[in-house]
């Protein structure tokens, strides 16, 4: 059975939601209480009723992002990582390929808000308490394990190498989530389609199956 939301859990929501969405469109700094009590339909002394102010209203904010992303990705995939000295070339061209689509589907087909991804990008650029949480809690394991995967099929990279590499699998994924609205644009969509995003895996998982001279899937 659904858990019961209460009015001021609703209410919160409301403000967390209209903050987010204005923080996306407009920037983190550009966001004023007004703002987000015309967007929200609440009163403006209900932000600092519920959170205390607009800085407590903002952390409120960005938590739910970074946990969003957190609870989006999921652990077991990594997992697969825990040893993959041990996999085969053909096994690890099929872990790239996990890890990709796992990636896609967090940030495009997990079900959560677009502007989440808009304000961890803005987020990540900063310096401070929630920063340093995201890095430690998200950021910082799941590039470890990236880094592992790398290393076990190419032992003799550096460690720059092994980094860019991992970026090279990454950004071009967050990219799409980051400028969506541009590229959307472009695409004149209102929406990624399931083909386009398959289109993606394919192309970043032969890619780096290429670069890292993997077999193809």
């Known amino acids: 059975m659904a858990k019961k939301i209460s009015g001021t859990e609703r209410t919160q929501q409301k403000l967390i939601q209209a903050a987010g969405v204005l923080a996306a469109r407009q920037g983190l700094s550009n966001v004023s209480t007004r703002a ?3 967007e ?3 009163n403006i002394g209900s932000i600092h009723y519920h959170f205390g102010g607009k800085e407590g209203l903002f952390k409120a904010m960005i938590y739910e992002a970074m946990q969003s992303s957190i ?4 652990p077991d ?8 000295e041990r996999a085969t070339p053909l096994e690890h061209s099929k872990i790239i390929r996990a890890v990709i689509a796992e990636n896609i589907r967090s940030l495009f087909r997990s079900g ?9 990008y803005q987020l990540i650029q900063q310096e401070g308490e929630l920063f340093e949480r995201f890095s430690a809690e998200y950021l910082d394991p799941e590039m470890a394990k990236m880094k592992r995967l790398i290393r076990a099929i190419k032992p003799e990279l ?3 190498d092994i980094f860019l590499h991992a970026c090279l699998i990454k950004l071009p994924i967050y990219a799409q989530a980051t400028f969506r609205k541009a590229l959307l644009r472009q695409l004149d969509a209102k929406a990624y389609s399931d083909e386009y995003l398959q289109n993606l895996e394919d192309l ?12 193809l899937d």
């Not at 995939?77 to 993959?84: F, G, V």
């Not at 959560?112 to 961890?120: F, G, L, M, R």
Request: hydrophobic share 30%; aromatic share 8%.
């Open 71 to 74: 609870r989006s990705y999921n």
């Open 40 to 42: 929200s339909g609440e």
């Open 36 to 38: 987000v009590s015309r």
């Open 112 to 120: 959560q808000p677009d502007w989440h991804v808009h304000v961890i």
């Open 158 to 160: 550096s460690e720059e």
């Open 77 to 84: 995939l990594l997992e697969q990582l825990d040893y993959p």
């Open 204 to 215: 970043l998982t032969r890619q780096t199956q290429l670069l890292l001279e993997l077999p």
